[in-house]
């Protein structure tokens, strides 16, 4: 894939290879909790697209959760922590046929080119409980 932000077709070309990998789980109440205490967390974490999505489900704090976890998967992934990079400058929306699939920009975007990596896989689910996410960094 050329364009970070073009969705994958699932198909690698010869001379790739994994830059890194992320994991990240959230306790989904304890989240609700730092949401309902802290109301401006909502809007310095997620983008105006994700507060759209999130808000758009029957229980929202599920689907910012596992967000948030997919954040922290891919700052994993990218091997940073959280060093320039804001919580906005990585986004997770969906493919037309509803996949998770990661958009970068400002600092976030600048690492990966700057790091030659082509794009980044993500996995996202959640239970009662818990929301999980993983992501790979995969480079040329």
């Known amino acids: 894939m050329s364009d970070l932000n073009t969705p994958s077709t699932g198909h690698q070309a010869s001379g790739t290879s994994v830059a890194g990998l992320g994991v990240d789980i959230v306790e989904i109440e304890r989240f609700k909790g730092a949401m309902e205490r802290h109301p401006g967390l909502i809007n310095r974490v997620f983008t105006a697209k994700e507060q759209d999505y ?8 599920r689907h910012f959760a596992v967000r ?12 940073t922590g959280r060093s320039g990079i804001g919580w906005k400058d990585v986004e997770v929306t969906r493919t037309e046929s509803g996949s998770p699939q990661i958009e970068l920009y400002n600092s976030a975007l600048d690492l990966v080119k700057t790091e030659g990596i082509k794009q980044i896989l993500v996995s996202l689910s959640f239970s009662h409980n818990n929301a999980v996410a993983a992501a790979i960094a995969i480079r040329n």
Do not use: D
Not at 54 to 61: L, Q, T, V
Not at 68 to 79: D, G, H, I, N, P
């Open 54 to 61: 999130c808000f758009s489900r029957k229980i929202p704090y």
């Open 68 to 79: 948030f976890a997919s954040k922290e998967a891919v700052l994993k992934a990218l091997r």
